[in-house]
């Protein structure tokens, strides 16, 4: 054996580099893409251009003709069998919940739906002849805009009847959790501060760097499906539930998954389609989309209007919080859908001890791309709204946004805490981050620059902002589940393998597609079997390999399944032990495990765990009635949420001349409970705050009127770069959750959800002085400086919903059938710059 | 995605692009650097019969000097562009619009013939090549013709180049001692210019004795702040201020997601005072 | 079809492609080197970058018959004598990656930047890694491990000049 002098005491806490870098780095890498199988065919998906139309005849003749392709399927091709796309959550028993068919049929509902599917040996092929389909449109009227569509004057469904899907309502009164809060808003109204804002949570796109394909191989007794998604169990589950192929007869694989942010948390019309077409033609096929095809097709994220009526009293102290949402669930209820709301149903009241508390959920259908969930899922939205609120009850007050949060907040003494919502938060102290992150931040240095740049005229303004904020993760308790009538449990599953020649394999039910569960899974088993890091194979993301799981979203993966992989883990020294008492010829209860190493007490005499595997393997000397297997299953099925907090402060600089905002420094301090691997948990929280910031600062899905995405490239969906962000400064406090074993919380949305409102918050505070109380999200140097120029008048105001041409150089030449595309132009040098 | 399929042809003189020119006819597509041709090609927003490549023409690329003026081959590189001495001598603004434009990738083969000839309006060398007085060499079956940049661009990614024709260089006449700035309003740095302003300022001591502005996207085409430029002659201190705010007199900006109309004209005559400023050293 | 003579990592290879072929569908497609990806189609994400002759572009906004008579080096051929390059071990070690898919083009990219600038600054660095989308990171930690990297390769430099003279 080689030395191992410089191995931690415990693998636990220790910056561990990662173990699934190495193919990463070289290239060595399994996208669903790389995969090529002999015979494999291509798909190539013919979409809808109109927001909403009935589908007329399809004539797929010329592509039928057409060199290399081997078939062309319509939705009417593949009714029989082409299974649905399914929403697992209704939030109310009476949810309108439209058929969603992965090839449409009869109607489209948003730009971007599947109406044939053309097969062909070459990708090229299938794209060259699925521009030869012929579809016959009859355009309806497209309802698009959220506020419009609550109305119900044009339908997204016409047989649905209305838009509005399901309202969903927390009331703390109703539920016993507080007062009533339409009282403490009127007693507000006579003798205290009323603070009533509505808010705009514009439409995202999670955008992670893969686009998604997916390989179904028919050859075999089973159906092999490899696809780029989160939820591998899931879609095998739904597979099976929709098309009538027996479960047992799937098995899904995630191989590499580059990045999901929860946008690939869905089973998909293109999953579906591959599916059914490589059922029909008996070969392998691949669909790979392009990323004009993610930006459209993929759920979007976000997209709420927020009604928020806060009431306080005139010292600051909150005395009730009323919240009516609108939700845009686009054209179909997706598969967690109109839930994704709702997760923030017990958020908006935060850290906070507010008495009384009221959440109202209208979900709404349009004919856009559909809604689900994206990084953080429900919690950001409410986030940003309370913590925007608290900032404007600051200024209301004229008190410091951090005193007004201290008045109102539950002091670490008050844990475990049951807040208004119903929620009981185990742990946190928002005391000790708090004084972290303003020592760090250099709070009242950077005040004292504000005021001066405030007094001299300064055109670059800066602002200070704060977000403190809560989050609950570990999705989730399976009979908290069962009672808001979600279609799966919350438990996560783990396997523990001892090998006899000493390695230990790992099987989890959680698909990691970036979190790095390889390397923190193999750290957890290290320190609880003592086996070293490197022994560890971690194995996730096939459905033959790791047959039971609920995969990985909603910051759950260590909370519930880190749970599961310490229970299997203990099963095996329980296993393990009686077969060491029965080798070193001891009683049971004389045998004590420690480091890798079961002892016979008060003894020298000892064996490790790894001979006892092999013991097992050869079996030459086994106890009677044992069975010579050291490995276990657990499955763990979380009893409460974790509430990971965090104080996070934010300074922006804001070019009053040009409305360009510059962030200049991000302080946060997040308490996640026990860190596993700091270095892996560092790198989630910078990911984190960028896609908050950039919620705050750039991004939006913009439809224009007639439902096209204009923003459906990255030339316009303005993703930021290394250019336009900065190095934060992260650290933590802890207080470890008192709900798992390890004493972990979640940490992969914490930056989300907090970083959002920190931004807003700064880049108003920064020109509040000239009257201004608001800036709508993505906060823009036009938005910026349209509300300078109105002192606060307008607080956004409308983007023009088109993207500027760049690359137009000859005329749309998409659709033969659409009419003559200009002629090229061969005199001009075309081609460069971008 | 996949453009649709195409004949290619790379011929290796001037000659020869001309004669595969003129047998594409309407079918045939000139590509330079290609860093706008191909996403138009595999967007399928374009589908000529045959591109012709023009990238193994030696003597289309490099920058020599030729009297009063240095002379930039229309294959020159974005990144050759941005560190050119020659360029940086004489016609610095041009150097630095270069190294603004998309990323280096993008910067690596993406040609300053190849912008220009695409014309969009919001590329960033059509402004500098206009306030630097530039003329643009065309050459046909017929010979060369040099076209005044002010007669170049003549609409939306349309230039004076003639059918048959190509754009083979860049006379630049030289402006030593002048100062160059080009300031560039982005929402992320990888986006297409909101606005661009060049500023090409002749000056001392603070004050302008002449100043030559370019507009990127505030109009169809790059533009000349004309209005700005004459109040801009003789300017000091806050008459350049002054002078700036006429930047957008007659043009008539685009409104797009990034940028209504009226703020693109606000942009241009904030950033057409840094310019001048910071071209003059203020 | 065009005949094309390509070096990629070293290899020699001729090849029958069709104009319209991407130099990136090339090397995935026809030689096998599937460790260069595809993340976009308007040439934003820079997840493709690849080496032509040395300097860094984007194998996605190239015709593989631009590339005829070049040389293409890609993630896969960078590592050499069985051991990583530095700004591999960089990122490895920095914790550059967490999906990985923009990081062949990440590394791509960045060993050309320290190429052409051995003592960047972090603004540089940011500027100069401006055309690679990365939607896990943050990018903090990318900028961490091409400082490192920068330090790495500078020093190796210094002994191999030396050891030239």
Sequence with gaps: MTAVDDRPTTEVGTARVRKEDQRLITGRTKWTDNIQLPGMLHLAMVRSPFAHANIGAIDTTAAQDAEGVVAVFTGKDLADDQGVNINAWPITPDQLTPTHLPVAVERVACAGEIVAVVVARSAAAARDAAELVDVEWAELPAVLDLK?????????????????????????????????????????????????????????????????????????????????????????????????????????????V??????????????????????????????????????????HGRDQWQKLTLSAEKDGTVTGLKVELLADLGAYVAIVGGGVPVLGAWMFNSIYKFPAYQFNCQTVLTNKTWVDAYRGAGRPEATFAIERMMDELAAEVGADPIAIREKNWITHEEFPFTTVAGMTYDSGNYEAATAKALELFGYDELREEQRRRRESGDPVQLGIGVSTFTEMCGLAPSRVLGSLSYGAGGWESASIRMLATGTVEVVSGATPHGQGHETAWSQIVADRLGVPFENVEVLHGDTQVAPKGLDTYGSRSLVVGGEAIVRAADKVIEKARPIAAHLLEASVDDIEFESGRFTVKGTDQGMGLTDLALAAFTCHNFPEGVEPNLDADATYDPVAFSFPHGTHLCAMEVDTETGATTMRKYVCVDDIGTIINPLIVEGQVHGGLVQGIAQALWEEAVFDDQGTLVSGSFVDYTLPTSADTISFVTDHTSSPSTTNTLGTKGVGEAGTIASTPAVVNAVVDAIRHLGIDDIQMPCTPERVWRAIQSAGESSGGSVPEQAQEHFAAGGLNQDPGAGSPEPPTASTTAGENA | MIPVAFDYVAPESVEDALAALAEAGDEGKVLAGGQSLLPVLRMRLNAPERVIDLSRIANLRGVCEDGDHIVVGAMTTHHEVAHDPLIRDHAAVLAEAASTVADPQIRHRGTLGGALAHADPAGDLGAPVLALDAELVVTGMGGERRVPATEFFTDLFETAVGDGELLTAIRIPKHTGWGGAYEKFVRVSHQWSIVGVAAVVKGSGGTVEQAKIGLTNMGSTPLRASAAEAALAGASGEAIAAAAAKAADGTTPPSDLNGASDYRAHLARVLTRRAVDRALGA | MTRISVKVDGVRYSDDVEPRTLLVHYLRETLGKVGTVVGCDTSNCGACTVHVDGRSVKSCNMLAVQADGREVTTIEGIATDGGLHPMQQAFHECHALQCGYCTPGMIMQAIDLVGENPDASEEEIREGMEGNLCRCTGYQNIVRAVQQAAGVMAGQAASSSQAGE
């Design chain 1, 148 to 256: 419009e569509a609550a109305a119900d004057a044009v339908l997204a469904h016409p047989d649905l009847g209305t838009n509005k899907s399901a309202l969903w309502r927390l009331d703390s009164a109703e539920q016993g959790s507080g007062g009533d809060v339409d009282e403490a808003i009127a007693k507000a109204r006579e003798s205290g501060i009323v603070i009533e804002r509505e808010y705009r949570q514009q439409r995202l796109i999670p955008a992670f760097m893969e686009p998604r394909s997916t390989v179904v191989d028919p050859t075999g007794e089973q159906l092999v499906v490899w696809s780029s998604t989160q939820v591998p169990h899931i879609l095998r589950f739904a597979l099976a539930a929709t098309t009538g192929v027996p479960e047992s007869k799937i098995r899904v694989i995630a191989p590499d």
């Design chain 1, 258 to 299: 580059g990045g999901g942010f929860g946008g690939k948390l869905q089973t998909t019309p293109e999953e579906f389609a591959t599916f059914a077409v490589a059922r029909r033609l008996g070969k392998p096929c691949k669909y790979t989309e392009t990323r004009s095809e993610t930006m459209i097709s993929c759920h």
